[in-house]
């Protein structure tokens, strides 16, 4: 692959420590160089782009995304997924396995990862931790490892059976990859469309208590404990989408204690409470849901101390049709892809003063560690050149009438964002230019 | 508390909806109307057309709401799943889009899903009349409710306006199964707005503390007996057998604290007025001797609602009424 100069940026590597002015040379599709300004002027690129006023970055990592084939293909297709994961300055993203069918076997696998679906990004997978996602019999771990699974999840439900999570944690630890967990006690959420509290009492609808995500944490993180004590092994607990404080705060503490726990925070669940929901507005509905105030301060308090490890979207496309229905029937979930970052610089760095360099390994250092994405996450010499630049100062408002999704279900329409992407580079190619 | 523009005016679609003065002057239109004869009530309407969109059966507010438009000259379809006209499968707005190409001005909605009204005004674009949805709201109720009380205290001139006064020194106790009642969500964000104190009674689960963030005011007294003694008005609200059983909660128990009996209502409350949304269960929640008592108004509520929903139809179809 041809030569790739990227002059004049203010260059953030969080993993090598670098926040500075500097010049990128990516040649083979491999990070190149890493010089201060006019060391790499002699080089003669095929491309260069003048970043003057722009951050560059290591490309944004999404360890949570649903992308809907296949099965679902009305809804979103690899390919515009990762066209909208792309525009949001994403390289790589994590394909959830709740597709139809769902992703349990190596020849599932395969032919999602395959160069036909057409993926705009490096496209990785976790395949289901049980066949069919139904929670009984454990998927193939060591083959699907070998075919590029990067972690497992039944995500969409929990693992349920204690018995069957302690044998998913211990297959997962010998494979050396985590267990994604959606943390609901689904034998208490039946029938709930939101969070329970006032304004679920208020708008009569039945809501999910903050017991029902806490008590599968607190369960997984005493599991973990037995098997280090017992089993000789360090299973890796990845929490998706934590939503309550009370959850956060027995990650919080099962970090102190040593376990390996990390977890992740989306995106609406540190801008938006149950409020948001308004007159039954399906697009504040998700799961787990958005909860009260309280329970969001707690989320942003998480990403600045780092109890919270990353920030994943949890990209759930639907249709139209399938949101202007009756808020119970209507399914969960919004797509993110387009508005994490604005968010993030917004609400994070912003509002509440995150540097840009934690921001940015939230969004990339941190999800290439927790799934294990090798050559990926930083500027490292050698490693691949995924890059983002991004206006950083720049305010805009989202307009989901243009998103590449295949859909618009958004809470966000219409919302001010910060830090505007100019363009995404996926393994040394342009992948979007904004 | 104005509607949002993207709802069409005259819709009524949650109690909050209302600001006092649209309270008040829906009260004087169906003052209004009620002094009418049949003949010049029945001009009113001609012509127009109305639908009446029932996923759940409703007796009474369908029949209510039937005659009030017929009464006014309006032509009613009635569309519902028990004469299964309701299409398999179709969606809530297909099925509203359909009523609209038939002609439909304005849709009354009773629906098993909160919040369902909104969907139908979103997608039609039609004034929408919440007649009961899910155990969100029943606004009209709580308009029919306030008519029959604003009568009995106040006589019929008092009925024909409010202010955020107009309820001072008037307690209300609601008493039953809060959690599941659209009737008791209304009640409870419409009265304490016109100066009422709202008393809500009930074991806690039928009553979680969650009620209080209805409206700013609003207590929970878990006593009848306490509540009833402060009580200006006792509104009783419909007990399911079948719920307190999903409950863990002993009808016999339930019945013995929280039934509204003669002797109950001599010893705490002799001169509070006693409503009922219907359909009641004499035995249960309602001794029959207090139901059929002077101090009952559970009939007068009949007749109040026909008169309330006749303003909110006018109201709905932007017919104006000089008051
Ligand atoms: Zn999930």
Redo the contacts with the bound molecule.
């Keep these: 692959m041809s030569d790739l100069l990227i002059l004049n940026g203010r260059l953030i590597d969080p993993a090598n420590g670098i926040d500075g002015e500097r010049d990128l040379l990516v040649r083979d599709g491999r990070v190149a160089a890493v010089e201060a300004p006019g060391a790499l002027k002699n080089i003669a690129a095929a491309e260069t782009i003048d970043a003057t006023g722009q951050v560059v970055a290591p490309g944004l990592i999404d360890v949570h995304v649903h992308l809907r084939e296949p099965g679902q293909t009305y809804k979103e297709t690899i390919a515009t997924g990762t066209a909208a994961a792309a525009a949001g300055g994403f390289t790589s993203v994590i394909a959830m396995p709740n597709t139809v069918p769902v992703n349990d076997t190596v020849a599932k696998l395969e032919w999602m990862l395959d160069a036909a679906r057409r993926s705009a990004v490096k496209l990785f997978a976790m395949p289901a931790a049980t066949l069919g996602s139904m929670g009984v019999t454990l998927t193939d771990f060591e083959a699907l490892r070998a075919a590029g699974a990067v972690g497992f999840t039944d995500?969409?439900k929990p693992v349920l059976e204690d018995h069957v999570m302690r044998a998913a944690l211990v297959a997962a630890a010998r494979a050396e990859v985590p267990i994604s967990q959606?943390a609901e006690d689904t034998r208490l959420t039946g029938g709930c469309s939101m969070n329970a509290g006032q304004v679920a009492f208020r708008l009569g609808l039945r809501g999910m208590t903050v017991e029902a995500e806490a008590r599968i944490v607190e369960r997984d993180i005493r599991l973990l404990r037995e098997i280090e004590a017992t089993e000789g092994l360090r299973p890796h607990l990845h929490v998706?989408?934590v939503s309550t404080a009370r959850a956060m705060e027995a990650i919080r503490a099962a970090k102190r204690e040593g376990l390996h726990v990390t977890c992740e925070v989306a995106p609406h669940h540190f801008t938006l409470t149950d409020e948001a929901i308004g007159d039954y507005d399906t697009h504040a509905k998700m799961?787990p849901p958005l909860r009260v105030e309280a329970d969001r301060a707690a989320m942003v308090a998480s990403l600045l101390d780092g109890t919270a490890d990353c920030i994943a979207t949890?990209h759930a496309p639907h249709a139209a049709h399938e949101k202007e229905q009756e808020f119970e029937r209507a399914p969960n979930g919004i797509t993110g892809l387009e508005t994490s970052l604005g968010l993030a610089l917004r609400v994070l760095h912003r509002e509440q003063g995150l540097s840009l360099s934690r921001i940015i390994a939230l969004m990339s250092a941190a999800p290439a560690a927790i799934a294990g994405l090798a050559g990926r996450g930083s500027l490292s010499m050698g490693h691949f050149a995924d890059v983002v630049l991004f206006d950083a100062g720049s305010e805009w408002r989202y307009d989901a009438a243009k998103t590449l999704s295949r859909s618009r279900n958004t809470p966000f329409d219409g919302a001010e964002m910060l830090g505007k992407v100019r363009a995404t580079i996926c393994e040394g190619r342009v992948v979007y230019r904004g | 508390m104005t509607l949002r523009a993207r709802y069409a005016a005259g819709s009524l679609l949650s109690i909050r909806d209302l600001s006092v003065e649209d309270v008040s002057n829906i009260l004087s239109l169906t003052a209004r109307l009620s002094t009418m004869s049949a003949t010049e009530r029945a001009a009113i309407l001609t012509g127009r057309r109305v639908a009446l969109l029932f996923y759940e059966s409703s007796t009474r507010t369908r029949t209510s709401f039937e005659l009030a438009a017929k009464s006014l000259g309006a032509t009613t379809t009635l569309v519902s799943d028990k004469s299964s006209s309701i299409e398999k499968g179709e969606s809530l707005k297909d099925t509203g889009l359909t009523l609209r190409a038939l002609g439909a001005e304005a849709i009354i909605l009773r629906h098993s899903n909160s919040g369902a009204p909104f969907v139908l005004a979103r997608e039609t674009g039609l004034p929408v009349l919440n007649a009961g949805d899910g155990m969100h709201e029943h606004p009209s109720q709580a308009l029919l409710d306030l008519r029959t009380m604003l009568t009995r205290l106040k006589g019929t001139d008092g009925a024909k306006h409010v202010d955020a006064s107009t309820l001072k020194g008037v307690t209300v106790v609601i008493t039953g199964d809060i959690l599941h009642s659209r009737v008791a969500r209304s009640n409870a964000m419409l009265l304490p707005r016109l100066g009422a104190r709202v008393i809500l009674c009930g074991p806690e689960k039928l009553l979680p503390e969650e009620a209080l963030g209805l409206n700013a005011g609003i207590e929970i007294e878990r006593n009848f007996d306490k509540a009833l003694q402060q009580a200006q008005v006792a509104m009783m609200l419909r007990i399911q057998r079948e719920r307190l059983a999903g409950l863990e909660l002993d009808l016999n128990d339930y019945i013995a604290s929280y039934q509204l009996n003669s002797e109950r209502l001599k010893t705490s409350a002799p001169q509070a007025l006693v409503l009922h949304p219907g359909p009641m269960i004499r035995g249960l929640e309602i001794e029959g001797e207090v139901a059929d008592s002077p101090q009952s108004a559970i009939e007068e509520q009949v007749a109040h609602g026909l008169a309330v929903r006749s303003a909110l139809l006018v109201r709905a179809l932007g017919k104006s009424v000089t008051v």
């Design positions: 995500d969409g959606h998706q989408h799961n949890d």
